[in-house]
């Protein structure tokens, strides 16, 4: 193996456990990270159909439709059909789906500055412009 091949290797290491150390913050919580990003993303924004959160989170209809049918069941998010047409389903955020996705977006922003700690400024302008290229080079293949 190749040092570019170790490289990699270490950096899906990385990924792997940062991205579970995060995970089981956030499983204290009764959400999955699916339905978190589903909680970010009407955060974010507003009143969705149920059409264009499929399209924005890369779900089949009915995978998104029983998404938002446990999350209306957990009364984190309301359902409601569009008055001009009754066809149209469209969800936003519940009172309490607003205060669960502060809790959470704060714990996760409390995770990256204890992550990123032991870093300077110059540090981490250099590692985000690496992650924006990772970025780049992801989109380009989609």
Not at 76 to 88: A, G
Not at 113 to 131: N, Q
């Amino acid at each position: 193996m190749g040092d570019r091949e170790r490289y990699i290797e270490k950096l899906d290491q990385i990924f792997s456990r940062v991205g579970r150390r995060m995970r089981q913050r956030m499983s204290q919580e009764t959400l999955t990270l699916g339905q978190y990003s589903l909680l970010k993303l009407l955060s974010d924004w507003g009143s969705m159909t149920v059409g264009e959160v499929a399209e924005q989170l890369d779900l089949s209809l009915a995978s998104a439709s029983a998404m938002i049918d446990r999350l209306v069941n957990q009364s984190l998010i309301d359902r409601f059909r569009s008055e001009s047409d009754r066809r149209v389903v469209s969800v936003q955020l519940s009172s309490l789906g607003r205060m669960q996705i502060a809790e959470l977006q704060k714990q996760r922003r409390e995770f990256l500055d204890h992550l990123f700690s032991r870093m300077t400024e110059v540090d981490l302008k250099t590692l985000l412009e690496l992650i924006e290229r990772v970025e780049e080079s992801s989109e380009r293949d989609e």
